[in-house]
């Protein structure tokens, strides 16, 4: 094969290529959903607001949640379209539609102060690219609408930008590829919110986690790959708690490769993330669920008494009810769980992601292998037991049988994991086309590739046709 015979995800112009197809596909996607119709949504576009006015804190004045002040203007625009969370049966009227996007910037003057305490506990720099979409729609006086569509592309173009930098650098297997191709992980991939971000951030910390764990073979060992994987740790671990055993990471290249300084990283990320949930847990007013217990007394009580909790995450696993939903919100009920897939998507998606788990599945090679897959294997189960540690502690009130809140787009990271443990450590390829410092693909990678793909393929267009079904059943005029 000649050099640059194939498509090579290595050189910028294949980058730019793929960016701007699934930054330009994702976007059409997501013109079938209005606005503010995931989860929180209109929380993050108002936290985002602030941001870029230049406010890094929530205030919360007396007999109100933690919020900050934004324009009338945006809250008359989030507020008109909340109207449809959690409401199947509810249309807006193109009368009103077209009402709404008409709605402009105010002054500065014009302001109202609006409540989004679940923000509180997010470092605000991971809504650096929301923000940037905000604050450009203002700069070139759009409307509110335009500004809001011009955010989503932003914030999807950094996501996307972020998954091909984590492609470039490590080949996926079958099972990551369809766990992104899930509806539930397109949705919230196309949408402005926290998830589709955070979950390229980590791909991305993966990614570099294997580069890094290469043995000296001229590969590029400077202080920006590991600054990198460190800034990406600190933004993911503070805006999703229960990913915190991520931060393992570097702890492990550290002790593996024998270099101190992969562990230094990995232990400032810890102090910093730490340090802002101290401050965040202790300056945020979230009333939302009524409770006689604050956090810190309901942490307290399961740090000295940790049977208490397995006791009570026993019982919420075993509630057969509660798996459905965790797995039926995992593949998609989208929207603000008001809009479930047709029912006979869920067994076959599920099926299909099975088989593409299934087919990614190696035996170790090498010690860096069981090191990678050890550690990834580790953080993800952690992550699932935080996940219900961090709701029981924040969204439940205390004592309870049951953990409230947990939803199955909480396991996608975890989920990713298992599949980047599964598929292996990959290792450098000698018999490229076109050698490359930065490339890692898995061993034996090119010998049938084509039922892999054809697998992906097939799975990719059942979870479109199912993602697109639900959409317009439930936003479709």
Request: with cysteine.
């Amino acid at each position: 094969m000649k050099p640059g015979s194939r498509f090579d995800t290595r050189t910028p112009w294949a980058r730019l290529f793929l960016w701007v197809l699934l930054t330009c596909s994702g976007w059409a996607i997501s013109q079938w959903v209005p606005p503010m119709q995931s989860p929180d949504e209109n929380q993050h576009i108002a936290r985002a607001y602030v941001l870029g006015e230049g406010h890094w804190n929530l205030d919360a004045p007396e007999g109100k949640m933690s919020g900050g002040w934004v324009d009338a203007g945006l809250e008359e625009y989030i507020r008109q379209y909340m109207r449809l969370a959690g409401k199947p049966e509810f249309r807006i009227s193109k009368e009103e539609i077209g009402h709404i996007e008409q709605i402009r910037w105010q002054d500065s003057k014009s302001r109202k102060f609006f409540e989004m305490p679940g923000t509180g506990y997010y470092l605000p720099l991971v809504y650096f690219p929301h923000a940037l979409g905000l604050k450009w729609g203002q700069a070139m006086d759009l409307s509110i609408h335009a500004s809001y569509q011009l955010t989503r592309f932003v914030v999807l173009g950094f996501s996307v930008a972020l998954i091909i930098w984590a492609f470039s650098m490590l080949a996926q297997g079958t099972g990551v590829l369809g766990i992104l191709m899930l509806p539930m992980t397109v949705f919230q991939l196309v949408l402005p919110t926290l998830d589709g971000f955070t979950t390229a951030l980590a791909m991305v910390i993966v990614a570099l986690f294997a580069r890094l764990s290469q043995p000296e073979d001229g590969l590029d060992r400077s202080w920006r790959l590991q600054g990198s994987m460190a800034l990406c740790l600190l933004l993911v671990v503070t805006s999703r708690i229960h990913l915190l055993p991520m931060a393992l990471l570097p702890l492990a290249l550290g002790w593996y490769r024998q270099k101190p300084v992969y562990a230094a990283w990995g232990l400032g990320v810890l102090v910093c993330a730490f340090a802002w949930l101290l401050f965040a847990v202790t300056h945020t007013v979230d009333t939302r669920i009524p409770r006689n217990h604050t956090t810190e007394e309901i942490l307290l009580h399961y740090a000295t008494a940790p049977w208490d909790f397995l006791m009570v995450f026993t019982k919420t696993w075993m509630n057969a009810d509660l798996r459905d939903f965790y797995w039926r919100s995992f593949i998609g009920i989208l929207g603000w769980l008001d809009a479930p897939l047709r029912s006979i998507f869920y067994p076959w998606i599920g099926g299909g992601l099975l088989f593409c788990m299934l087919g990614c599945v190696s035996l170790p090679r090498r010690g860096a292998d069981h090191l990678f897959r050890a550690t990834l294997l580790f953080a993800a189960a952690a992550s699932i037991l935080l996940i219900f540690f961090a709701l029981l502690i924040t969204w439940t009130p205390h004592p309870t049988e049951i953990i409230a809140g947990v939803q199955g787009r909480y396991f996608v990271v975890p989920a990713l994991l298992l599949g980047y443990a599964l598929h292996g450590f990959p290792v450098q390829e000698k018999t490229l086309p076109v050698p490359h410092p930065t490339v890692i693909k898995r061993r034996g990678g090119a010998v049938s590739a084509l039922v892999p793909m054809l697998l992906i393929l097939a799975f990719g267009m059942l979870c479109l046709v199912a993602l697109v079904s639900g959409l317009i059943a439930r936003y479709g005029s």
